[in-house]
């Protein structure tokens, strides 16, 4: 008799990752859990980075970020991405969501906005225009520049 294991790629990955003593992926759900809205808790291997950071830059100013957020992230039509102010939460997990989902999608999931700026409407999900790994440069950039969001 034939039987067949299947494993999913992200447990592939986790079990290579570990082999070689490494983190599997930047947003690995298995090895990383999941925050209380079931979303995978996302480490952000790029935090401090230069290389990371000056990439994150030019995706945040070429794929739209500035054109609502601003160019150096001050805010515009867009709330600011550097001042302490976060409307959905300024963990990694929030805003890799916010980025992928949207806001629309980030509610979806059980966000409740928390935080209060001018925004005129709601964020478009990137998750169909950026890979994950552009994503988690971009948060980089923003963690660079932000006065309060925390990995």
Not at 37 to 60: E, S
Not at 77 to 94: A, E
Not at 128 to 139: A, G, K, M, P, R
Request: glycine share 16%; hydrophobic share 40%.
């Amino acid at each position: 008799m034939n039987t067949r294991t299947h494993v999913s790629a992200w447990a592939l990955i986790a079990i290579a990752g570990a082999a070689i003593g490494g983190a599997a992926s930047a947003t690995e759900p298995a090895a990383a859990g999941k925050n209380e809205h079931g979303l995978a808790v996302v480490a952000n291997p790029y935090l401090g980075k230069a290389d990371a950071i000056a990439q994150g830059k030019d995706l945040f100013v070429s794929k739209a970020c500035s054109g609502c957020h601003g160019a150096g992230g001050g805010g515009g039509m867009g709330p600011p991405v550097i001042n302490s102010t976060w409307i959905y939460g300024d963990d990694d997990t929030t805003l890799f969501n916010l980025i992928k989902l949207g806001s629309v999608g980030l509610r979806a999931k059980g966000y409740t906005r928390a935080g209060t700026e001018g925004v005129v409407g709601d964020m478009p999900g990137f998750g169909n225009n950026l890979s994950d790994d552009e994503i988690l440069e971009i948060l980089a950039f923003i963690h660079s520049k932000a006065s309060s969001a925390s990995p």
